[in-house]
Nanobody
Framework: QVQLVESGGGLVQPGGSLRLSCAAS????????MGWYRQAPGKQRELVAH???????NYADSVKDRFTISGDNALNTVYLQMNSLKPEDTAVYSC??????????????WGQGTLVTVSS
């Protein structure tokens, strides 16, 4: 069994910064990639940023040059540094991982989500 635990959400003023963390644990052989998604009230979930085991990253256009995804070499812990936050960044942020477990099965895991609120 593999679990993802997010932390770092909270209330921040516009223009402020937050750093989210996502830690993976359990029967992990390798992690192929991890991503941060967000879902605002009344909107569909969207991909915010993604990183693969090679270190290659990609971002939603709305967060480019403001958010940075990073992780340790094995992607057991991944971070999302969010700068210059805007009210429209308010959402529940969830991390997602593509995991190969110790039985060499590939599957997808989701964290429970952490709320980010950008408001004055």
């Amino acid at each position: 069994q593999v679990q993802l635990v997010e932390s770092g959400g909270g209330l921040v003023q516009p223009g402020g910064s937050l750093r989210l963390s996502c830690a993976a644990s359990g029967s992990i052989f390798s992690i192929n990639g991890m991503g941060w998604y967000r879902q605002a009230p009344g909107k569909q979930r969207e991909l915010v940023a993604h990183i693969i085991s090679s270190g290659s990253t990609n971002y939603a256009d709305s967060v480019k040059d403001r958010f940075t995804i990073s992780g340790d070499n094995a992607l057991n812990t991944v971070y999302l540094q969010m700068n210059s936050l805007k009210p429209e960044d308010t959402a529940v942020y969830s991390c997602n991982a593509q995991v190969v477990n110790t039985a060499r099965a590939l599957f997808e895991v989701w964290g429970q989500g952490t709320l980010v609120t950008v408001s004055s």
